[in-house]
């Protein structure tokens, strides 16, 4: 779909570790520029991020990072509704309704949930498999016309359509059809210690992403030793798919042309395009982390924040639950 204008949009992001340069150039960045002019809601899917292993001690810890992030990288609470999806309830009141009418069929083929139960194995949980259904009903007590996602979210999204249209024709017309919105700019970075798997959060490399909060030395430690290629092409068509990413890095961060950088990096050694790398990178991300740093060391005011989401989330959410409800039958 297009550019969302005028449009209820929503999307969401696991507390599941460091934010980093991946979830910025393809998520985040265009989250900020949606807020200028949609109706957003960007919440912190808790609920979510508790379908693998995680620390409970530290997980209220992961919440105010991720929140203290959103806010420093230009989400602004006054145009956005910020909250935690754990914080309003109507999200697992839904997404039981909406798993009585999800076929079991249609969840077996989602590859996220193959990838992840390959990674766990027998510990794999019942929430696990039904993520999906719980990010249906995300979606869907919004009216969201549009969900902002990478590309391998795309299956979830048309999910959570063919969940709505089931229940539309099953009850009564409640729910808004979302659409997946795939930003065309929108990079989709590598890790860079094996450029055949995604930046991630939950790698255990810590090598292989570039945290937003990093500092500067770490940044450019972690780009100087990022795996390459032998021969040093710099061609986002011809090199290979370590030097691709980095490229891709160099053109997000950058903004320039990929001829431009191309040009400028052609007969360069791999040190001379990695330090370049590094200024790049380290100049994009030093406001943030030191923004980040502010907001984090004040709890209270983040906790406000979330408060003050969730009241707005939970002022749309509990009507559209209360009309599927009766729609479906139930005293309300
Ligand atoms: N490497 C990436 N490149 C571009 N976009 C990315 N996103 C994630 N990784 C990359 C986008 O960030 C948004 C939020 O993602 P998420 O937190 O919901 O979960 P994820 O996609 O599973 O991200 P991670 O870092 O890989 O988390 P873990 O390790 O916990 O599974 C999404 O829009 C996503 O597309």
Known sequence: MDTPSGKTVLSGIQPSG????????????????????????????????????????????????????????????????????????????????????????????MTQFKDKQAKQREKSSLGLFAYPVLQAADILLYQAHAVPVGEDQVQHIELARDIAKRFNNRYAKIFTLPEAYVPKGAARIKSLTDPTKKMSKSDESEK??????????VIRKKIMSAVTETEPVFSFTDSGPAVQNLLQIFAAVSGETHEAIEKQFAGSAYKTFKEALADVVIA??????????????????????????????????????????????FLV
């Open 284 to 329: 994009q991300l030093t406001p943030i982390r030191e923004r980040y740093q502010e907001l984090r060391a004040d709890e209270n005011k983040l906790k406000e924040v979330l408060a003050t989401g969730r009241e707005q989330a939970a002022a749309i959410a509990n009507p559209t639950l209360a009309a599927a409800k009766e729609a479906m039958g």
């Open 208 to 217: 292989s992403y570039i945290a937003l909060m990093d500092e500067p030395e």
């Open 18 to 109: 460091s934010l980093h340069l991946g979830n910025y150039l393809g998520a985040l960045k265009q989250w900020v520029e949606l807020q200028e002019s949609n109706t957003v809601y960007y919440c912190i899917v808790d609920l979510h991020a508790i379908t693998v292993p995680y620390e409970p001690t530290e997980y209220q810890s992961r919440v105010l990072d991720a929140t203290a992030g959103l806010l420093a990288v230009g989400i602004d609470p006054e145009r956005s509704t910020l909250f935690a999806q754990s914080q309003v309830p109507a999200h697992t009141e839904l997404n039981w309704l909406l798993s009585t009418t999800t076929p079991l069929g249609e969840l077996e083929r």
